[in-house]
């Protein structure tokens, strides 16, 4: 049996695996392979070294031993006192493996008007998004559409229901492109609370309802747990300090999740923030 060790780990994944209960293999992919642990996916593997909630990072040279012995694996389960994660071809150990945290605890953080606007002049607002047009585009030509999705944030929970149906699930691939621009939001809404209870609950109702792909359900679960991209943890800290080179170098990392995934992601923040600078008057 092949064995393999972790090189880190989410701290929140140890909290959610139980001792020798069957994880089976959700989806596959070049980058690595998810265990189902619903609500959550746990992504084993290493898309562009991204740090992601309940995931565990392995070294690139470790993909092929982990997807060739996955693809004839039906489960994994977990050895507590071990520390494994164990199929009948491999085992995964996490016994001395570092761990990291993904969680932003939500509240009003010290972002002024200077460090929106920084934001806001580092996006590429010619990024293409899964809408087929860029993310200023969509922002002039779907006005309309944005303004009524922020007049949804604070509605009772019907009204906020119907609006958050034209979003989720909205568009093509693992995650729809509506699914990235609420995550954008809800990311906004974690450091600079903008989304109302009504319109929280009816997004975590459509998802147990199961509105989208597993994948955005499980991000969705994550976010409404203050659980993100650890990259989004980064950003966070650029936008408090209002250091430029730092917040540039989040933004690229951004945009490089998924095929648009990461562009969507920050046409939702960029909403997001011109939300935040209309109600303050920045």
Same mark, same amino acid.
């Given at each position: 049996?092949?064995? #393999? %060790? *972790?090189? #880190?780990?989410?701290?929140?994944? $140890?909290?959610?695996?139980?001792?020798?209960?069957?994880?089976?293999?959700? %989806?596959? $992919?070049? %980058?690595? !392979?998810?265990?189902?642990?619903?609500? $959550? =996916? !746990? $992504?084993?593997?290493?898309?562009?070294?991204?740090?992601?909630?309940?995931?565990? &990072? #392995?070294?690139?040279?470790? &993909?092929?031993? &982990? =997807?060739?012995?996955?693809?004839?694996?039906? !489960? @994994?389960?977990?050895?507590?006192?071990?520390? +494994?994660?164990?199929?009948?071809s491999i085992r995964l150990c996490l016994k001395n493996t570092r761990k990291y945290s993904s969680f932003i605890q939500k509240r009003d953080y010290p972002i002024d008007g200077e460090g929106l606007s920084m934001f806001e002049r580092l996006i590429d607002w010619n990024l293409p998004t899964g809408f087929g047009e860029s993310i200023g585009s969509f922002l002039i030509t779907e006005k309309k559409e944005?303004?009524? &999705?922020?007049?949804? @944030? %604070?509605?009772?929970?019907?009204? *906020?229901?119907?609006?958050?149906?034209?979003?989720?699930?909205?568009?093509?691939? =693992? +995650?729809?492109?509506?699914?990235?621009? =609420?995550?954008?939001l809800l990311y906004m809404d974690r450091i600079c609370p903008i989304l109302e209870i009504p319109f929280l609950q009816s997004l975590k109702a459509l998802i147990e309802h199961q509105y989208t792909t597993d994948i955005s359900g499980h991000y969705y679960h994550c976010a409404l747990e203050g659980y993100f991209n650890y990259v989004l943890m980064e950003l966070l800290d650029a936008l408090i300090q209002k250091n430029s080179p730092k917040m540039k170098m989040c933004i690229d990392r951004i945009k490089m999740i998924g095929s648009t995934s990461g562009c969507d992601m920050l046409l939702g923040m960029a909403a997001g923030v011109n939300f935040i600078k209309g109600e303050a008057n920045i």
């Open positions: 049996m092949r064995s #393999l %060790s *972790a090189k #880190l780990a989410a701290s929140e994944l $140890f909290e959610a695996l139980k001792e020798d209960e069957a994880y089976r293999i959700h %989806s596959q $992919f070049e %980058s690595g !392979c998810n265990l189902s642990l619903p609500p $959550f =996916l !746990c $992504f084993i593997g290493n898309k562009n070294e991204a740090l992601v909630p309940y995931g565990i &990072l #392995l070294d690139k040279e470790d &993909l092929p031993v &982990l =997807l060739k012995q996955a693809a004839s694996s039906s !489960c @994994f389960r977990w050895n507590e006192k071990e520390r +494994t994660l164990y199929s009948d944005v303004e009524e &999705l922020y007049q949804a @944030f %604070s509605k009772p929970k019907e009204e *906020a229901e119907k609006m958050i149906k034209r979003w989720i699930g909205r568009g093509r691939g =693992l +995650t729809p492109s509506g699914d990235d621009v =609420l995550m954008g």
